[in-house]
């Protein structure tokens, strides 16, 4: 199998808000760059979503290292809590219902094509691929920004 390096980020601006992803898949000295967005979301939705549209990509099964700063995805798998969620019918282990879920189980999916590993970097310490990830997840946030300020504009005008 193929071995592939996934660079993964997701940015939102507001928490709630408008927010962007980019994944960048290294292969064999060569990089795909793809990226994407949500007029309202969340951090953690576009940090999933990165990682799942980079899985999306690849074309047959590949041994594929996901790198990230998100402790959130990266910790779901490396500390198994992902498994333990799917055993307590996708709740915590303090009762609570698993945010995200339909996005942890299409990357569940996802996962099963592959040999997947999770790695863990720290953000915006100056690692190449992953503030390239940060700077077009921003660019696809900050592009539907200025859609909905378009809209709003648009709309007090036709009043």
Known sequence: MK??????????????????WCCILTYNGREKIFSGGE???????????SVI?????LKEPCFAQIV?????????????????WINNNWKKSGGSPVKNRELWEELLKQCDNHK????????????????????????????LQSEQQDEVIETETLQ
């Not at 309202?40 to 979503?49: F, G």
Request: proline share 3%; aromatic share 8%; with cysteine.
């Open 53 to 57: 549209e980079g899985l999306k990509m």
């Open 39 to 49: 007029k309202h979301t969340t951090n953690n939705r576009m940090e999933l979503m």
């Open 3 to 20: 071995q592939v390096t996934i660079y993964t980020d997701g940015a939102c601006l507001g928490n709630p808000g408008p927010g962007g």
């Open 116 to 143: 997947v590993s999770f790695k863990h970097i720290k953000g915006h310490s100056g690692h190449e691929y992953n503030e390239r990830c940060d700077v077009e997840a921003r660019k696809q946030a900050e592009t």
């Open 68 to 84: 990230s700063d998100s402790k959130y995805v990266v910790d779901a798998f490396n500390n198994k809590w992902i498994y333990s």
